[in-house]
């Protein structure tokens, strides 16, 4: 069986969530997939770092297009016309018009669907066309939680994609902590205790609320610590910037956008908390990677967090400041018992997810469609 795989997020030089889950699973389908298939890795640049690393029944297909823009649409599909594959396995939603003889999406959520707002019509044009597409073409359609299965098919304009859907949870990568942990804070110039929260800077995420909460737990507590926000900026960022400012807190709301992986790793090891105000996600990876760190959760009480993190967190309702602040405030004030007992469930929740287990599942499935 010939498999193409779109490797195009896997191989961004900065990642979040999906384009991670893309290279984690990539990753780790090397380690599985039997030599008696040949698998195609479709990218837009050369493969970089660990990606280009591939097994001898692997091979790299590099599709130059200079617009950069609708690649997997146009640029895809013209290499699959030309050379017809078995399966196509695309890790996001997002299909070539000519795919596969038979394709496998992943569809993690639809808040093009239910956060209107935080796209502009551009955005939600595409993704919703893109959407409806993967259902049509897809042969096999993976989501990556239970709360994303009930979503899409809610939103499936027929009964059929209830049959394709399967549910396979993210895995996660338990973080190395740098000897040098606490000297790499210290050279982002924070120098006081800090809650972090990772993902981009923007509305979708909830950051407004987030610093608006954050403003309200120093007036509260008198707390002395900071708030480090890591992530590139996205749709809203400099009305997030503006507010704090409003606010007068943004001496001690820091913005350090994107970093790299041990740096990443470093402030998650010295962070007093965890806050994943988030509004909308699919599964929540930065939450099981806090808790595998031993830091306390506190986080939003949407429906996919409250299934992966279980009894681990302080849930909250992200579209109540004054909520979001009372539960910050209450694991700042929190007992050391308590703040210990919650940390070890943390620890076993995290231990339950695994890419390994996530890449023999999406094979099986790929294997059988």
């Known amino acids: 069986m010939v498999i193409g795989i779109d490797a195009s997020r896997a ?21 599985i997939i039997p ?36 690649w997997t649409q146009l640029r895809l599909s013209a290499e699959l016309l ?31 669907f239910r956060n209107t707002a935080l796209y502009s019509k551009l955005e939600l044009a595409y993704h919703r066309l893109a959407f409806f597409l993967a259902l049509k073409k897809s042969n096999t359609i993976i989501t990556i939680s239970q709360f994303s299965a009930s979503e899409i098919t809610a939103l499936s304009p027929t009964s ?35 809650i972090l929260t990772l993902g981009r800077v ?38 997030i910037r503006t507010r704090a400012q409003e606010l007068g807190i943004l001496g001690r709301v820091h913005f350090l956008e994107w970093q790299d992986e041990e740096t990443v790793a470093a402030l998650l090891s010295c962070a007093d908390m965890f806050y ?5 996600e699919g599964f929540g990876m930065p939450v099981i990677e806090a808790l595998d760190m031993g830091i306390p959760v506190v986080c939003s009480d949407i429906p996919p967090l409250k299934e992966i993190a279980q009894d681990a967190a302080v849930f909250f309702d992200p579209f109540d400041v ?48």
């Open 276 to 280: 994943f105000p988030t509004l909308y």
């Open 160 to 194: 059929a994609t209830a049959k394709k859907l399967s549910v396979i949870h993210n895995g996660f990568v338990r973080r190395t902590v740098p000897v040098n942990a606490q000297q790499r804070v210290e050279q982002l110039n924070l120098t006081r205790p800090y």
């Open 35 to 70: 030599t008696e298939h040949r698998i195609i890795v479709y990218s837009r640049d050369p493969l970089q770092g660990e990606l280009a690393q591939l097994p001898s029944h692997w091979s790299s297909v590099v599709l130059n297009w200079p617009p950069r823009v609708l």
């Open 11 to 31: 191989n961004l030089a900065h990642k979040t969530g999906t384009e991670w889950y893309s290279f984690f699973v990539i990753q780790e389908l090397k380690k």
């Open 322 to 369: 004054t909520a979001m602040s009372h539960a910050v405030s209450s694991v700042i004030s929190e007992r050391v018992d308590a703040r210990n007992e919650r940390i070890a469930r943390g620890k076993k929740v995290a231990q339950r997810f695994s890419w390994r287990e996530t890449a023999e599942k999406t094979w099986s499935l790929i294997e059988r469609t």
């Open 202 to 239: 923007e509305e979708k995420k909830n950051m407004l609320r987030c610093v608006e909460s954050f403003a309200r737990v120093l007036q509260d507590t008198q707390w002395g610590g900071d708030l480090v926000c890591v992530g590139a900026f996205g749709y809203g960022a400099e009305r």
């Open 82 to 112: 030309v050379h017809r594959i078995d399966v196509l396995y695309v890790s996001a939603h997002t299909l070539p018009l000519i795919g596969g003889k038979k394709n496998v999406a992943v569809i993690h959520d639809v808040g093009f």
